[in-house]
């Protein structure tokens, strides 16, 4: 089993920045890829941006540029970098870690600002 707890969250104004983190507890060393999801309210959960052990990563279209992912795979911690903000990336965020399975977090609040 894998516990996921993030913390970050919060109110921004539009062009603000925001760190998330997220700790993961249990059978941690398990865990291959971490990553982050949002969902809007009435929207599909949609892919933010994930991160391989090895450091290999993918963002989704519409945070490219602006968010970054970075892992410590020592303390079994992931973290995203959010920068130059919008409203519309106001959304629960949430992080997932693979074994063989998909663990997910529950979730903490973006709102940002216009």
């Known amino acids: 089993q894998v516990r996921l707890v993030e913390s970050g969250g919060g109110l921004v104004q539009a062009g603000g920045s925001l760190r998330l983190s997220c700790a993961a507890s249990?059978?941690?060393?398990?865990?291959?890829?971490m990553g982050w999801h949002r969902q809007a309210p009435g929207k599909k959960r949609e892919l933010v941006a994930f991160?391989?052990?090895?450091?290999?990563?993918n963002y989704g279209d519409s945070v490219k540029g602006r968010f970054t992912i970075s892992r410590d795979n020592a303390k079994n911690t992931v973290f995203l970098q959010m920068n130059s903000l919008k409203p519309e990336d106001t959304a629960v965020y949430y992080c997932?870690?693979?074994?063989?399975?998909?663990?997910w977090g529950q979730g903490t609040q973006v709102t940002v600002s216009s």
């Open positions: 997932s870690g693979t074994t063989y399975r998909v663990y």
């Open positions: 991160i391989t052990r090895d450091g290999a990563t």
């Open positions: 249990g059978s941690a060393a398990s865990i291959n890829a």
